[in-house]
């Protein structure tokens, strides 16, 4: 921070959360404790179950707020400096037009974090106020083993285990993925058997319903030369089951079985298996391990290879780990947000960082656009074609787009540390560092384009 | 800051704006102005509306990207930072943050300016208290009237001590007393060395505050010069005089007419309505005290 330009830096900061913060903070206090009033007004099963309840709306809704204020707030007070000619007064003075940037977008961060802030602990003196202090101390999961078996066909038809990979996600989704159905030799179609034979056990029984769903990804042929390309276009649930604490009895075995068509053009390829394991009524957060000595991202044998289970509650680390996720999405927003409104009007940039903000969110989305994209431009028909024609141009295109989007854009869903401190597992702080270490080359690239936007703009004096 | 150069030296500058879906439309605004200002002098900026006052104050403050030409302030460019230390600006507009106090948007501007904390709390108090708003001085710019507002422009052009003062439209909405103590805090200046350029419509009162102007007319200098040559016209007179009865009057005209003059007019002299203004406020003891302030809760859009 040397030279003349920047030394009004923390002035302008200073100045952004004195005129907005109040605002804002009052806002995130009505959201905070109406996201309290609903979850504990939810009837629970489970002790403590509303306490709960309130805690992962208030989070979500803290989230949300958090990214929405950065990114108002980065577009807003950047856009109305410029509008009401207020800039020609600031850029009088010694400070150069960097800094009027950085520090509408460290104002936007700083009102965000405390944003965050207010509605944490007002959500945390709703629930005290409210009796549920004692409940805080009981948020863990129940369920203690969760084991499943998932069989694929081999090329006689027989069944056999498919050797799962332990690409494992935590959070309210227990996700498996197999690989390795196997194809039938020197032809394009390939049929496969899938069994799953999940089973649960619970103590002091279960929160909730418990749905399991086994999805198949297909992988067409690639193209030639490039068979990193041309991937997954059809998801099929094959089997769903729910049960209900009370009406089923735990553990639960289950079955199912699903065959398939063709695979498209050429050899056909690895075949995923996904096995989806969630708890939607109560949110339940998993934590999921693999068997002793297996680790993460390597195939493993199929069988008891997840355990789900109680765990030890970490408060202090958890709340940092959330408050500096959050920041990390908003320093992100925000800095989306003063770029747009460098360039754009105000509330243009303010809706484009709010979109681009729910992409990073959810990655997931955009490669699902991208893949249904490839399979519009292929065929209208879920099932794949022994001769698929050439995707449409236009399908190409929106498919590369889409693909270059989630590509560039960060994933602030991995800043997300509410699962794991409602577990109550205990967060890292070094992975929280890494995972804000990812966004900084995110971030220099908006500050350089931003600054390259803004340099040469002409800022109107009246 | 080169020690040798003018205040403000403006060469050839030309400004165009582009608009429109393709950007073809282009406005010309400035085509080819050139002025020049030396240290210690108030030069008034003139011209019709759309003459480019507004638009050759960007560029001189480096918010304008100059289409062509050359502008310096002190021989430094106006666009890197460090040059505009030396720069005082009121905007023709009052755009303050209207969440701070007199005080406290004062040392903003200060600590923008560089200032260390002490300094600025030092010399917002006593600009406070130079432009009578001592007494609001703790009230938010959001309920400030226009005229306070202009004096708080002031007051923040000011707080830097620059040496160079850029006054867009600085007595738009004051009333005469402040107009009276706006010439006075440019007398002053002047005083002390500053150069002050001020864009005005209030072509009375720059006669009386300017050494020199430049007149802009569609982009261009019409008319540039020190006053006392741009205005002397002939060998022609003006005399005031008090206290003659008529005879007295004819006989000044045979004197008049006997010495090869001619009287061309003669009117009762009258006060001016501004001089009556001021000598009621004086008689009821306001010119000491704090303007009066709006009610409460009447927001401005500061």
């Not at chain 1, 805080?136 to 090329?155: N, Q």
């Not at chain 2, 050494?211 to 802009?216: G, N, R, S, T, W």
Request: aromatic share 4%; hydrophobic share 50%.
């Amino acid at each position: 921070m040397r030279g003349a330009g920047w030394r009004g830096l923390t002035v302008v900061v200073r100045l952004v959360v004195r005129e907005h913060a109040a605002g804002y903070c009052m806002l995130g206090m009505v959201v905070a404790l109406g996201a309290a009033a609903v979850g504990l007004g939810t009837p629970q099963l489970e002790p403590g179950g509303e306490a709960r309840l309130a805690l992962v709306y208030g989070l979500g809704a803290t989230e949300l707020l958090v990214v929405l204020a950065a990114a108002l707030l980065g577009a807003l007070s950047l856009g109305t400096t410029l509008r009401r000619r207020r800039a020609a007064a600031l850029l009088a003075r010694p400070l150069g037009r960097a800094a009027l940037l950085a520090g509408h977008a460290l104002g936007a961060l700083c009102v965000a974090a405390l944003v965050a802030l207010v509605a944490g602990a007002t959500l945390l003196g709703a629930l005290l106020a409210s009796g549920h202090g004692r409940a805080l101390g009981a948020l863990v999961p129940r369920v203690e083993h969760l084991p499943a078996e998932v069989l694929v066909g081999d090329r006689e038809g027989r069944p056999v285990p498919a050797p799962p990979a332990f690409a494992l996600q935590s959070g309210e989704n227990a996700l498996w993925r197999f690989r390795g159905i196997p194809p039938a030799a020197g032809r394009t179609a390939a049929a496969w058997l899938l069994q799953v034979a999940p089973a649960y056990a619970a103590r002091e029984g279960f929160p909730g319903a418990v749905e399991v769903a086994l999805a198949v990804r297909m992988r067409p042929a690639p193209p030639p030369g490039d068979p990193d390309r041309g991937w997954v276009h059809s998801r099929h649930v094959l089997w769903c089951g729910r049960g209900q604490p009370g009406l089923l009895a735990l553990p639960m075995p289950g079955a199912a079985s699903g065959h398939g068509g063709e695979t498209g053009a050429g050899p056909p390829h690895d075949i995923e298996v996904l096995l989806e394991v969630r708890t939607p009524d109560s949110m339940l957060a998993f934590e999921l391990q693999p068997p002793a000595g297996q680790p993460v991202g390597e195939q493993g044998p199929n069988s008891g290879m997840v355990t789900v289970r109680g765990a030890e509650r970490s408060p202090a680390a958890g709340l940092v780990a959330l408050g500096v996720g959050r920041l990390g999405a908003g320093a992100v927003v925000a800095a989306l947000g003063v770029l747009g409104a460098a360039v754009v009007r105000e509330w243009t940039a303010a809706l484009a960082a709010l979109v681009l903000a729910a992409l990073a969110r959810f990655p997931e989305l955009v490669r699902t656009f991208a893949l249904s994209v490839q399979a519009l431009g292929t065929h209208a028909h879920p099932e794949p074609l022994a001769s698929a024609p050439a995707p449409a141009w236009w399908a190409v295109a929106l498919q590369r787009l889409a693909e270059g989007v989630a590509g560039v854009l960060p994933e602030l869903g991995r800043l997300d540390w509410s699962g794991a401190v409602l577990a109550g597992r205990p967060v890292a702080l070094a992975a929280v560092a890494r995972e804000l270490a990812a966004l900084l080359p995110f971030l220099g690239g908006i500050a350089v384009l931003a600054w390259g936007a803004f340099i040469r703009r002409d800022v109107r004096a009246a | 800051m080169d020690e040798g150069a003018a205040a403000i030296e403006v060469e050839g500058l030309h400004k165009h704006f582009r608009s429109g879906l393709l950007r073809r439309r282009v406005h010309r605004a400035l085509a080819g102005v050139s002025f020049r200002v030396e240290r210690g002098q108030v030069v008034g900026l003139i011209g019709p509306n759309g003459g480019g006052k507004t638009t050759t104050f960007g560029c001189l403050l480096g918010l304008l990207r100059p289409s062509a030409g050359r502008v310096r302030l002190f021989g430094e460019c106006p666009r890197r930072p460090a040059t505009r230390r030396c720069l005082g600006y009121l905007p023709e507009t009052s755009p303050f943050p209207g969440v701070l106090t007199a005080r406290q948007g004062l040392e903003f501007y200060g600590a923008l300016a560089g200032l260390p904390r002490r300094e600025r709390r030092r010399r917002a108090a006593a600009l406070l208290a130079r432009l009578g708003l001592a007494a609001a001085a703790d009230r938010r710019l959001a309920v400030f009237s226009k005229g306070m507002l202009r004096r708080f422009g002031l007051a923040q052009a000011l707080i830097a001590a620059p040496p160079l003062l850029l006054l867009d439209e600085p007595a738009s909405g004051l009333d005469p007393l402040g107009a009276r103590e706006l010439a006075a805090v440019i007398a002053e200046e002047r005083a002390r060395g500053t150069t002050v350029l001020l864009a005005s419509h209030e072509l009375a009162a720059l006669e009386s505050l300017c050494d020199a102007i430049v007149l802009l007319h569609q982009g261009r200098v019409l008319l540039e010069g020190a006053l006392p040559q741009l205005l002397a016209s002939g060998s022609g007179v003006r005399l005031e005089v008090e206290g003659l009865d008529a005879p007295a009057l004819a006989a000044l005209r045979q004197w008049i007419g006997a010495h090869g003059g001619r009287l061309t007019a003669v009117e009762p002299r009258r006060e001016r309505l501004g001089e009556l203004f001021l000598r009621a406020l004086e008689r009821a003891g306001a010119g000491a005290q704090a303007p009066v302030l709006p009610a409460r809760g009447t927001e401005h859009g500061a």
